[in-house]
């Protein structure tokens, strides 16, 4: 791994951390106040829905510790895709926590309870949001940086949750005012924004894990094939072939020379393209060369 990519991942890997413990800390706190003290079912929803982001972003901790280790004779081309199996266990979390609040949701709908201390409540929950849309904002430029999807993923969650506990203050506002049908409402509402965020993220995560190539990387193919037809002695370049690992981009690229070429000619080739295609993308960490000769093609 580039000593950029190794120095980014080494900030987002503490930020992480420190979001967990934040958002766990401030979870079980609303946790406590909606359940003993306030009876809000949104502030009790905001409060597991904190705890299992901070969970989240300990999931993605974890991966992003894996992530920096080197290859071995077990892990050939590293351990990049930890990263994308910690994304699916995320929303999986996510998922189940959806669930919860969705049930908890329906029955204060049916059966709906006064909200004791909204205001006490609020003022939590805003305190909440405040922490966690800064983390959240902070963490998506450093996993924009980096280019890793669990980190965007984490970011995203942790807006979220910001969002969320703004939802939760607005609920808890309008019990005050006695409209309690508002507390059940937001409690759906959070669970709805949880699942989106969710799929969107699993997809992603799944088509990684099958090393489909969609989105940037056709664009990348394209451009790499174009920079290798524009070095002097190749005739022509057939097929690339890429993949996403985590953070960076793995590919493998088959062009056409002239037969009678040397080896150290092929090598100077091989070095520019690699060259000119790593400088204009930077998440390219590996691209395997092999050459055919023109008289073979034809």
Known sequence: MARNQSSAVDRTETVAAVTTVSLVGLGILQVILGEVFSRSVALTANGFDCIGDGFVSGIVWTGLRFLKKPADHRFHFGYYKIENLASIAATLVMFVLAGYIIIRSYYQLVNPQMVQLPLIGALVASIAAAIAVGLGLYKYLRGKRASMSSVRLDAFNTIKDGTTSFLTV???????????????????????????????????????????????????????????????????????????????????LEITVPGEMSVAELHAIQSEIIRVSTEKIPELERLTITAVPAEAVE
Do not use: N, W
């Not at 507390?183 to 992603?204: C, L």
């Not at 190749?234 to 097929?239: F, G, H, K, N």
């Open 170 to 252: 607005v609920a808890l506002l309008l019990s005050s005012l006695g409209i309690h049908v508002a507390d059940s409402v937001i409690g759906f509402i959070i669970a709805g924004i949880i699942v989106t965020i969710g799929y969107t993220a699993i997809k992603e995560a799944g088509y990684m894990l099958v090393d489909a190539c969609d989105g940037d990387c056709l664009m990348y193919s394209f451009l790499i094939k174009t920079y290798a037809e524009r070095v002097k002695g190749v005739e022509a370049a057939q097929v690339v072939r890429l993949r996403r690992a985590g953070p960076v981009i793995q590919g493998e």
